[in-house]
């Protein structure tokens, strides 16, 4: 992952500058990784390592989300980590963004509504839940997922026009 050289300060080497830099956070995230037996930020109710840390942790293992919906749930809980590499990661490269920064929202939860995969095309419709300053939003999305060398990546989401009361 961070296959690249070290930048070693002049004249002075110890070994604590050789370990592996933690994962890339947004500036404004915490900095601390999500603590293993506490909740899965996705709310799947499974704590964090047994859900979405998997995913996470194993992203350069070649441990992979097994589904459309694993893969959503754990993309929703690297926006709430501020896990930047691992969102590029597991976006297809056709429609990656080459730099991504992370808008300081603060994410409040997460609905899967649907998901479905038929060979190595899926769906998944969910509802995430925001406050952006003062402003609570939902953000109601059918995402796109593609398989390719038996792994699931993002392609592109649809954006669920909110049911307008009264028609
Ligand atoms: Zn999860």
């Known amino acids: 992952m961070y296959g690249g050289t070290l930048h070693e300060p002049a004249?002075?080497?110890?070994?604590?500058?050789?370990?592996?830099?933690?994962?890339?956070?947004?500036?404004?995230m915490k900095k601390n990784l999500h603590p293993a037996h506490a909740p899965c930020p996705c709310e799947s109710g499974e704590p964090y390592a047994a859900c979405c840390g998997q995913w996470h942790a194993g992203l350069n293992e070649g441990v992979h989300a097994p589904t459309p919906e694993a893969l959503m749930r754990s993309r929703y809980s690297a926006y709430v980590l501020g896990l930047i590499d691992y969102l590029l990661a597991t976006w297809h490269p056709s429609t990656a963004p080459g730099e991504l920064e992370l808008a300081p929202v603060k994410w409040l939860g997460l609905e899967v509504r649907h998901a479905q995969s038929a060979g190595d095309a899926g769906v998944?419709?969910?509802?995430?839940?925001?406050?952006?300053?003062?402003?609570?939003?939902?953000?109601?999305e059918t995402?796109?997922?593609?398989?390719?060398?038996?792994?699931?990546?993002?392609?592109?989401g649809q954006v669920e026009e909110p049911a307008e009361p009264g028609r």
Do not use: K, N
Not at 11 to 28: F, S, V
Not at 132 to 137: E, T
Not at 149 to 156: F, L, M, N, S
């Open 143 to 156: 995402s796109r997922f593609v398989r390719e060398a038996g792994r699931w990546y993002y392609i592109d």
């Open 124 to 140: 998944v419709e969910f509802v995430a839940r925001c406050r952006d300053g003062g402003r609570a939003q939902r953000m109601h």
């Open 11 to 28: 004249g002075r080497i110890e070994t604590q500058d050789l370990r592996l830099q933690p994962p890339r956070y947004h500036c404004a």
